[in-house]
C-alpha cells in the first residue's frame, strides 16, 4: 500500500505560478513511477505528467514546456513547477502513484488539492 498526500495548490493569475508537492509514504520502495493527473469540473481526469524512479520524465502536450516535474528521493516526494498558468489549467490536481507487478499496474491516489487560475 501506499499513501499519498499533495499540497500547494490555490488561485492564481492567468501566467502565474504554483508549484504542487506529493508526499508518499508505505511502500514506497515498490513504486514505479509517480506522477500527476486532473480533473476539472464536468470533465474526465486526464494525464498531466510522470516521472519514473529512472528519472525519465513524460508529459501531455497541454502542458509541455509550462509543467516541470521533478523528485527528491531522500523526501519520498514528487513536484509539479507550474509556470505560465492558464484558465484552462483550474482544476483538482491529483498525485499518482503506481507499482506494475506480474505485468498489472496498481495505481494509487492522493486526495487531490484544488489549483484555479481566475483573475
Avoid at 474526465?44 to 516535474?69: L, M, N, P
Avoid at 531522500?74 to 489549467?89: C, G, I, R
Avoid at 490536481?93 to 487560475?117: E, K, L, M, S
Amino acid at each position: 500500500q501506499v499513501q499519498l498526500v499533495e499540497s500547494g495548490g490555490g488561485l492564481v493569475q492567468p501566467g502565474g505560478s504554483l508549484r504542487l508537492s506529493c508526499a508518499a509514504s508505505g511502500s514506497i520502495f515498490s513504486i514505479n513511477g509517480m506522477g500527476w493527473y486532473r480533473q476539472a469540473p464536468g470533465e474526465q481526469r486526464e494525464y498531466v505528467a510522470t516521472i519514473t524512479t529512472g528519472g525519465s520524465t513524460h508529459y501531455a502536450d497541454s502542458v509541455k514546456g509550462r509543467f516541470t516535474i521533478s523528485r527528491d528521493n531522500a523526501k519520498n516526494t514528487v513536484y509539479l513547477q507550474m509556470n505560465s498558468l492558464k484558465p484552462e489549467d483550474t482544476a483538482v490536481y491529483f498525485c499518482n502513484a503506481y507499482i506494475t507487478n506480474w505485468g498489472i499496474r496498481h495505481d494509487y491516489w492522493g486526495q487531490g488539492t484544488q489549483v484555479t487560475v481566475s483573475s
